[in-house]
């Protein structure tokens, strides 16, 4: 047998000098991929903790609310005779609450200093007042003690964000007015409390008086609508195409197209709800309906691809078997392939769920960046939603939007987290490993 010399490998000494310095070059090389790999890592994590730790830190004043006390007095004459519900409602509490203020603070003489005094108290301290005499007719006439809402200085002051010089963003705080609110810390006549209104009050033009409950139920009702037209459409579409549909150039063109459609800018699909639902079909503009039909087709194509990608980890042979069974191919998708591919449809359904909830751009260019003073009662109201929300108090100039812009955002956060947390059981509940 002739051996072919060309062929056969010069063993390799392994103790050469030119060897062990290129097996440490190697080894230096893997040693800074994983250092760099890990301050990466720690430098990600590090913003992330800087900015969530901002957005705490900042959002923390906004959970509580200033009150200052008041001795109140409800001047009979004021709510007639008969004291009716019609004179309880036409009554001036305004004048009730600036005699108070001019006891409290007798030396504000001229029109100046008595316009100051009214800014220590909040607009809705007028319907605190009537509430109390609504519930208690028998204070007309009499004198109370009463906690009433701080205006926004006073919040300011109470959470010592005023500084010295009185300065709240572009306004002032005169010194008679710094001076009114030692008088009152000093006596015991400020204090702060949790802030319940801004879970329970829609949007104010006043920051000490506006709260998130309106665009959350908006987020909600927006979220209901999306629900209910994107997820019947997109697992039916899901299925046909992975079970049923013909290999051919048009099915073909559908899977491209809904790859395409899951990668297209979030405004598109504003522009294209604005032109058909408000221009075509003439909906009400900044509906939750309106918001929720245009988020759907946002969503859908995530959920098609999501839902297609559960079917296809199901094994052919769960189907195959159903039907050597004399199954017909409808009831061995349905009541096999489906049921095992369940878990990874919602958990696709609730990511895509999670983006709508946190898009912004389609719905501002389907009205829903007003101001609404009312919480929405029906899916053709007006309203806004939570990112929408914060988009406007963010570009607010007072000092206590600024507060709620990052309360409102850790809202957001939490509903994120909970709609994730929720994707992530259903997986791991019901997830099938074949």
Do not use: C
Not at 31 to 60: E, M, S
Not at 87 to 101: N, Q, R, T, V, W
Not at 374 to 403: C, H, K
Request: proline share 4%; net charge positive; charged share 20%.
């Amino acid at each position: 047998m002739i051996e072919d010399h060309q062929t056969q490998q010069v063993p390799t000494n392994w103790r050469d000098a030119a060897m062990q310095q290129r097996i440490k070059k190697r080894y230096a090389a893997e040693k800074r991929f994983r250092l760099f790999g890990f301050t990466t890592v720690i430098f990600a994590l590090g913003f992330l903790v800087f900015l969530i730790g901002d957005v705490v830190l900042k959002a923390f004043p906004a959970f509580t609310a200033a009150e200052i006390q008041l001795s109140v007095t409800f001047d009979s004459t004021a709510f007639g005779l008969a004291r009716t519900r019609a004179d309880i409602d036409a009554a001036e509490y305004g004048a009730f609450i600036k005699a108070g203020l001019a006891k409290r603070f007798p030396e504000a003489q001229n029109r100046t200093t008595k316009r100051e005094l009214r800014e220590l108290v909040s607009e809705d301290a007028e319907r605190v007042l009537k509430a109390a005499v609504e519930a208690n007719p028998d204070l007309i006439g009499k004198t109370k003690v009463f906690w009433l809402p701080g205006s926004d200085i006073v919040e300011l002051y109470v959470k010592n964000q005023l500084n010295a010089k009185g300065v709240v963003g572009e306004r002032l705080a005169s010194d008679t007015m710094l001076a009114r609110l030692n008088s009152a810390q000093s006596n015991g006549e400020l204090r702060k409390t949790f802030n319940t209104r801004f879970f329970s009050a829609p949007d104010s033009k006043h920051a000490e008086l506006a709260g998130i409950a309106g665009s959350a139920k908006g987020s909600l009702l927006t979220l209901f609508v999306t629900l209910l037209a994107a997820f019947p459409l997109a697992i039916f579409t899901a299925i046909y195409l992975e079970q049923f549909a013909p290999k051919n150039h048009l099915t073909d063109f559908i899977e491209v197209n809904i790859n395409n459609l899951a990668a297209v800018p979030s405004v598109i699909y504003g522009l294209l709800g604005a032109s058909v639902y408000l221009g075509f079909m003439e909906m009400h503009r900044s509906a939750s309906l309106v918001g929720g039909l245009t988020l759907a087709l946002m969503t859908m194509p995530t959920i098609v691809i999501a839902s297609r990608a559960a079917i296809k980890a199901v094994p052919p042979s769960i189907r195959d078997g159903a039907v050597a069974l004399g199954a017909s191919p409808l009831q061995a998708v349905f009541h096999h392939v489906l049921p095992s591919a369940m878990p990874g449809m919602l958990t696709g359904t609730i990511i895509g769920m999670s983006r709508a909830l946190g898009e912004t751009a389609p719905l501002l260019l389907i009205g829903m960046v007003g101001f609404f003073g009312d919480i929405p009662s029906s899916f053709n109201d007006g309203t806004a939603v939570l990112p929408v929300q914060i988009y406007i108090w963010a570009s607010a100039t007072e000092r206590l939007f600024a507060q709620k812009t990052s309360a409102a955002i850790l809202v957001l956060l939490l509903f994120l987290i909970i709609m994730n947390a929720t994707a992530i059981y259903f997986r791991n509940r019901f997830e099938k490993r074949w």
